[in-house]
């Protein structure tokens, strides 16, 4: 057992945590908000932004950390990646593999060099005649600051693209093509001799179009399709020596086609891991863990259960008293991360708590996701 060090407070990184202690290791935990639900339960809290590499570098080497973690959001795997080009960890890419990941416009490029199916760039002078457009921050999530233009005039190319630069950390934006179908993601762990494991999830944005709120693992997702996707990530990984562990990619399907939409090595937010594990038994923060402690993937995927996984959030700011559901509901789990009386801001900025739904059958699973897209299944009360 060693020292480990886990950057990210967030309750979407909890399940590591847990599994880290249960394995018998000193874990410490670091973000610069206290508030955060990891911040306040967690043994060892270490109040730092680790966006502060130096700083952060400086704590590894006082506390002579063994293992060093990134959480469920980009930053932090990037300042793993910073630490360990100097002091090597396992399970962490280089810097330069990280930016290429991460970066929306890093990536585009890659892609089209590489034949990976991915959304064209189109360069801010042709956005004017390109048809629909989307325009992004370089190197935001959770939507922000994206903007969808069907027919952009000048000015309104303008006002996205200046947005867009206002949410992202480089200052820097991505205008692209437009594409059209059904949103998912895939999560694959990558061992030696390429994918070891892998789901699909179906994912929908009832409250906000560039945030995913509502999802739930797909049971047997197209074959072909499947095939096409995991041959990209076989060859990305190929093409840029990434290193065993989770690759977690988002993509947009329209019948036998796909687009790469974003790529990434953290764990996803929003315990993500949670819908795995409850939808398949396949522990997956456990397995998104060991890389990054030189260990090698363990267990596999159960029996399935079609459970709905569920972000509450709203549109507008609004004061939070508490949640009226107008249907009964299986609730397997109710991740609270708001309290009554709080203002909660709109997504993406603000959330209630994470939803866990049982349900009977793939066609009930159905049935309770057109309720809650519908807005049907609860009201906010505030």
Same mark, same amino acid.
């Given at each position: 057992m060693g020292v480990a060090v886990l950057l990210d407070t967030n309750a979407a990184s909890a399940p590591i945590y847990r599994y880290l202690v249960d394995a018998g290791h000193d874990v410490h935990v670091v973000g610069d908000k206290p508030d955060n639900a990891l911040a306040k339960s967690a043994a060892n809290y270490v109040q %730092?932004? @680790?966006?502060?590499? =130096? =700083?952060? /570098? =400086?704590?590894?080497? $006082?506390?002579?950390?063994?293992? %060093? %973690?990134?959480g469920c959001n980009d930053l932090s795997y990037e300042t793993c990646a910073a630490i360990a080009a /100097? $002091?090597?960890?396992? !399970?962490?890419?280089?810097?330069d593999t990280v930016r290429t990941l991460g970066n929306k416009q890093d990536f585009r490029r890659y892609a089209e060099a590489a034949g990976i199916p991915a959304p064209r760039r189109i360069a801010e002078a042709d956005a004017g005649s390109a048809g629909a457009v989307i325009v992004k921050p370089a190197d935001a999530f959770s939507g922000r600051g994206m903007t969808t233009l069907k027919a952009p005039s000048a000015e309104?190319?303008?006002?996205?693209? +200046?947005?867009?630069?206002?949410f992202? $950390?480089? #200052?820097a934006c991505l205008v692209e093509e437009f594409v059209e179908g059904q949103l998912y993601s895939h999560s694959a762990f990558l061992g030696a001799n390429g994918i070891l494991v892998d789901f699909f999830v179906e994912e929908h944005g009832s409250i906000n179009p560039f945030a995913v709120d509502t999802s739930y693992v797909v049971q047997h997702f197209d074959p072909v %399709? !499947?095939?096409k996707l995991r041959a990209s990530i076989?060859?990305?990984?190929?093409?840029?020596q990434l290193t065993t562990g989770l690759i977690h990619t988002q993509f947009i399907?329209? #019948?036998d086609r796909f687009w790469i939409i974003e790529i990434t090595r953290r764990c996803p937010g929003d315990l993500y891991s949670q819908l795995i594990a409850s939808s /398949? !038994?396949?522990? @997956?923060? +456990?397995? @998104?863990a060991r890389p990054f402690l030189g260990e090698a993937f363990e267990g596999h995927p159960q029996s399935y259960r079609p459970i709905l996984r569920h972000t509450v959030a709203l549109r507008a700011p609004q004061v939070f008293e508490g949640l009226q559901f107008h249907q009964p509901v299986e609730i397997e789990r109710f991740v609270s991360l708001a309290l009554a009386g709080d203002t909660i801001a709109e997504s993406p900025f603000g959330r209630i708590g994470i939803l866990f739904a049982r349900a009977r059958d793939t066609e009930d699973l159905q049935a309770l996701m057109r309720t809650t897209l519908a807005g049907d299944l609860y009201s906010v009360l505030g």
């Open positions: %730092l932004d @680790y966006s502060d590499v =130096a =700083a952060v /570098t =400086a704590l590894v080497e $006082r506390l002579g950390a063994d293992f %060093l %973690l990134p /100097t $002091r090597p960890f396992p !399970g962490i890419d280089p810097v309104d190319l303008a006002a996205a693209i +200046e947005r867009a630069k206002a992202s $950390r480089s #200052g %399709l !499947g095939d076989a060859q990305i990984a190929q093409d840029l399907a329209d #019948g /398949t !038994g396949f522990n @997956y923060a +456990e397995n @998104y």
